[in-house]
């Protein structure tokens, strides 16, 4: 997790010099060809960022092109904004009291939660604190149960030896995205790993039973629940964020292993994707042939539309 921390920050970094600088170096999203009104949820989306990561930065998305083009093709989408150092239960907290207030702005009363990284576990604090708000979750590249090894993760030595820098860079990244406000406590993450499996016990739904089961169900506790993740930390010479992802024992996206990421119903656990590329960065750059992130969460959602939430 280390590893995150440099990949956020890269990502972070780039999303200021590309818009900035850069811009005419971003590849252009190709035109629509999908059915209309393909994504067109019955309840609303919410995307929810990871670890260190912001809603957007200067007009550049953290999930990147992804909710434009699921606006354009039909649904209704929010993107939260949560600290960017902080646990999943206050990031949680956070979340919940947006959804509160659109619910109460929009007249909306559910909504399909897609959470990126820690964005998974933030959301289902949501889920197990307030139920009656959540028709679905999907975690991509996201911890739902993790084994001892997994929990000897080297973020615990990033923040116990770069604990200010860690603040830092998260206030930072909260200030340039416009939500100063938003509190950064390097404590509530000095031990990932634990925190990762007591959510496994406080808030079961769509966990597996053990580390790297395949027993987690599609429909749990009155909501659909789905994951997907990469399995390639590798991806791109070009992607400066490969730098940053560790080839481990097992398959992983370079920063959770792919049983890690095991929850509800998997939709592919195999994909040519880092931790980066699962948010369609670094500016969409991909290993040759790896599917296209955009048009993935857009035949995503459109599973939701046809699960009728």
Same mark, same amino acid.
């Given at each position: 997790?280390?590893?995150?921390?440099?990949?956020?920050?890269?990502? !972070?970094? +780039? =999303?200021?010099?590309? %818009?900035? $600088?850069?811009?005419? #170096? @971003? !590849?252009? +999203? =190709?035109?629509?060809? %999908?059915? $209309?009104?393909?994504? #067109? @949820?019955?309840?609303?989306?919410?995307?929810?960022?990871?670890?260190?990561?912001?809603?957007?930065?200067?007009?550049?998305?953290?999930?990147?092109?992804?909710?434009?083009?699921?606006?354009?093709?039909?649904?209704?989408?929010?993107?939260?904004?949560?600290?960017?150092?902080?646990?999943?239960?206050?990031?949680?907290?956070?979340?919940?009291?947006?959804?509160?207030?659109?619910?109460?702005?929009?007249?909306?009363?559910?909504?399909?939660?897609?959470?990126?990284?820690?964005?998974?576990?933030?959301?289902?604090?949501?889920?197990?604190?307030?139920?009656?708000?959540?028709?679905?979750?999907?975690?991509?590249?996201?911890?739902?149960?993790?084994?001892?090894?997994?929990?000897?993760?080297?973020?615990?030595?990033?923040?116990?030896?770069?604990?200010?820098?860690?603040?830092?860079?998260?206030?930072?990244?909260?200030?340039?995205?416009?939500?100063?406000?938003?509190?950064?406590?390097?404590?509530?993450?000095?031990?990932?790993?634990?925190?990762?499996?007591?959510?496994?016990?406080?808030?079961?739904?769509?966990?597996?039973?053990?580390?790297?089961?395949?027993?987690?169900?599609?429909?749990?506790?009155?909501?659909?629940?789905?994951?997907?993740?990469?399995?390639?930390?590798?991806?791109?010479?070009?992607?400066?964020?490969?730098?940053?992802?560790?080839?481990?024992?097992?398959?992983?996206?370079?920063?959770?292993?792919?049983?890690?990421?095991?929850?509800?119903?998997?939709?592919?656990?195999?994909?040519?994707?880092?931790?980066?590329?699962?948010?369609?960065?670094?500016?969409?750059?991909?290993?040759?042939?790896?599917?296209?992130?955009?048009?993935?969460?857009?035949?995503?959602?459109?599973?939701?539309?046809?699960?009728?939430?």
């Amino acid at each position: 997790m280390s590893r995150t921390f440099l990949s956020s920050l890269v990502i !972070a970094a +780039a =999303a200021v010099i590309g %818009t900035v $600088a850069l811009p005419v #170096q @971003t !590849a252009q +999203a =190709a035109p629509s060809t %999908t059915p $209309a009104n393909v994504t #067109q @949820t019955k309840y609303p989306i919410v995307l929810v960022h990871g670890f260190m990561g912001f809603d957007d930065i200067l007009g550049v998305d953290y999930f990147y092109r992804i909710p434009d083009d699921l606006r354009s093709n039909g649904a209704t989408v929010y993107v939260a904004a949560v600290s960017q150092v902080n646990s999943a239960e206050a990031r949680g907290e956070q979340l919940l009291q947006q959804m509160r207030a659109w619910a109460a702005r929009d007249g909306v009363q559910k909504f399909n939660l897609i959470g990126h990284s820690q964005g998974g576990p933030t959301s289902r604090y949501v889920a197990g604190v307030a139920p009656e708000l959540v028709a679905s979750i999907t975690t991509v590249g996201s911890p739902a149960r993790m084994a001892p090894s997994d929990a000897d993760n080297p973020v615990n030595d990033l923040i116990n030896n770069y604990s200010k820098a860690v603040s830092f860079f998260g206030s930072f990244v909260a200030w340039i995205s416009g939500n100063k406000q938003l509190p950064q406590d390097v404590e509530g993450i000095k031990d990932f790993g634990r925190e990762v499996n007591e959510f496994a016990v406080r808030f079961p739904a769509g966990v597996p039973s053990t580390y790297c089961s395949t027993d987690s169900k599609e429909f749990e506790s009155g909501m659909y629940l789905y994951s997907f993740t990469g399995n390639q930390p590798k991806t791109n010479r070009w992607d400066i964020s490969d730098a940053f992802h560790a080839v481990m024992s097992a398959p992983s996206d370079g920063i959770i292993t792919v049983c890690a990421a095991r929850f509800g119903k998997v939709i592919r656990e195999d994909l040519p994707w880092n931790h980066i590329d699962e948010m369609n960065h670094v500016f969409g750059l991909l290993a040759k042939g790896a599917p296209d992130p955009v048009a993935f969460y857009r035949n995503h959602v459109n599973r939701l539309k046809l699960k009728g939430l």
